[in-house]
Nanobody, 121 residues
Framework: QVQLVESGGGLVQAGGSLRLSCIAS????????MGWYRQAPGKQRELVAS???????NYADSVKGRFTISRDNAKNTVYLQMNTLEPGDTAVYYC???????????????WGQGTQVTVSS
């Protein structure tokens, strides 16, 4: 009933930029926190950036000053602007959102299918 669809991944050279988008759709009543995670081969999934419903943002130390998260509540969309990309940023990036569906109580965590970001040196 609820889907998160990411887009914007790809191959970029070190120092380049990419902008990821994630659109939530379906029977959505409201969205609480939204965020981006990433998982590199052989590593655990880690938080990259989050954006609360109250407007607070949080970033992993490794991306502070390079990545910016933003959201458009009217469009149920969260973005991740990634600048000065490094080979260490190579990973599958996943969108996550805490969503309350219509006609259903409580917030549940939903994940997108992931989008590959590859940074070449």
């Amino acid at each position: 009933q609820v889907q998160l669809v990411e887009s914007g991944g790809g191959l970029v050279q070190a120092g380049g930029s990419l902008r990821l988008s994630c659109i939530a759709s379906g029977r959505i009543y409201s969205i609480n926190d939204m965020g981006w995670y990433r998982q590199a081969p052989g590593k655990q999934r880690e938080l990259v950036a989050s954006f609360t419903s109250g407007g607070s943002t949080n970033y992993a130390d490794s991306v502070k000053g390079r990545f910016t998260i933003s959201r458009d509540n009217a469009k149920n969309t969260v973005y991740l602007q990634m600048n000065t990309l490094e080979p260490g940023d190579t990973a599958v990036y996943y969108c996550n959102a805490d969503i309350r569906q219509m006609y259903r109580g409580g917030y549940y965590s939903y994940w997108g299918q992931g989008t590959q970001v590859t940074v070449s040196s």
